[in-house]
DNA sequence: TACGTTCCTGAAAACCTTTTCGGCACGGCT
DNA sequence: AGCCGTGCCGAAAAGGTTTTCAGGAACGTA
């Protein structure tokens, strides 16, 4: 199962079979096919890591993800394992549970397994801290940032895309446009509410309800805040919500409330998290994040920057507004 | 940074220091000593691609997975991780997207690497193509179990989840049981029912509505199973859902027919799916497969199997229901 | 002093592959 | 005949570690 059992079965020494095997030009076309066949008659495959261990490439990357159960690690997980393929890279997995010095643990075993690059993707979308500048692999965070603008950080334009569901709206024709979304915590909350409220002033109209209703994300503070909104501006057109649970809590009272989607009021959520908007009533519009390209762009500019080096910055990927029946024109 | 470095600074060879640093005994406490200083200082850590080449074992396994977005894959996943800790194991995460010779592509580039065992995990409960006898490392299927007996599959015993659920629902004092699920090609939901009716007979009690409704694993069959049901058995009294997806679709109506949830009717649900079951109004009550655990054993099953041997056989790991308030004995 | 023990240390082989470089054979040229 | 160039192949080193085994020192005993 080794190049010498190769090598053997096709009479040549162990770095010709190397060479032949390798597509290197100096054998002979009739030898190298020898050692072609006598190689996928062993069914042999070369050991990675006596390979790794004399190119200094392993051909791994580690991916250390902060929080698996949320849902946000897992298509860019998707999009990275999608982009490098099955070919060349294989990826190691590592979950921190949100714990520092599970990290720390982790970094040290991926290290000492000599990655070939390192992607992190934060659980939230607010930044992080940086592993450090002194890595001996290039390292790109994705989802949140690094604290350190030194890094290379990959994340979702939450701006643009509170501006593209707003934009979507007043093509709609809507005019009294409200905003309920999580917590006010969250740098993610904040920018979708400013992309909001700029594209609103761009218009010339003003909030609906008069502010922005932060709250938390969840259902039930979608319907809680749906019903002081009501009270507060019942002739609002429509909803954008900055979450599609909060959307999901919004549907189920303007639904009680007899206040028909999207004739009456128009609602667009966030995420584009299939399990809740396909089984909407009605089905959601909503923005999604784009995040498996968000992963695959992070695996392709890591591997561009093995060997090479990397760029600094954050950089910001533009969403994509997925339209359903939740929202249509005014008649 | 190697461990010729180490030794060089500690003043002794490369035998002596690799001995000190690996707890060998015939190395004297002060010598012992002054490598792990050097060690520290120089923030050594082996080169584990050295190490996997002469000790044959790399302290890796592949986890090879058919959908990444499925919901399944990832608590057990999630297990395994947590079982092999960061301590001396790392893990391959190898999606399949469901197709077969992406995963024979996977299955080379593992064995390539030398991975000490593999966990495959199945998209759905139903039995999937064993990966052959002749791979020359233990493999655990977990949650789709091989279609080979000779294989070791670790999957969830959804008989019992069903016979659980009903159980609970007999014990709250309901009488009228019904139970509304998913696609009846999937052995999950024939064995759930199998379970449930088990359980009913077993109480002497027959099915409410004659029938179990087997339909889409959708909130909107959800629905519509509820009001045929109500239609056909108005009297109903409790109604067991085949996922959580479904048993939100049930509630829907419940509530939309104004019948109060849990007094006049309870609902159980099925996967403990935390953004369904939490937002739900009511919170549900609902049978958690523990795939967690599943993973976990897994991955303690490939620990205890590698270098030795391996079980074979299908073992069923029991659910655990979990009360909110969708259930309550009756006054 | 000579010898056997015990303890510790280091040289070297091994794991498997890639890559460099020297060498061999052969043909063509002067 | 002698020389050079070209094309193909193999010996050997390298990568970093573990493990075996031989040897040296110190010590006690005869």
Redesign the interface.
Known sequence: MTLRDVARLAGVSVATASKALNGQPQVRASTRERVMQAASQLDF??????Q??ITQR?G?VG?LTSD??GRFS??I??GA?DAFG?DQT??????ARGDNI?ER??L???????VDGLIVVGARPDSRPSLGRDLPVPVIYAYAPSDDPRDLSLVSDNEGGGRLAVDHLIRCGRRRIAHITGDATYGAAQDRARGALGRLAQEGLEIAGGEVWFGMW???WGRGATRMLLERCPDVDAIFAGSD?IA??VL?VLHEERLDVPRRVAVVGYDN?N??V??A?PPLTTVDMNLEELGRVAAQRLFAAIGGTLGSGIEKFPGKLVTRESTAPLR
Not at 108 to 114: E, G, Q, W
């Open positions: 495959s070369p050991n990675t890591l006596a790794g261990l392993t791994t991916l698996l159960e897992i298509p997980l998707m394992e099955t294989s990826v190691f997995l590592c979950d599970r643990h982790h040290r075993a991926l290290l000492s397994r000599r969840s259902e039930a649970e999901r809590g189920d998290w399990i809740l396909a089984n009533r």
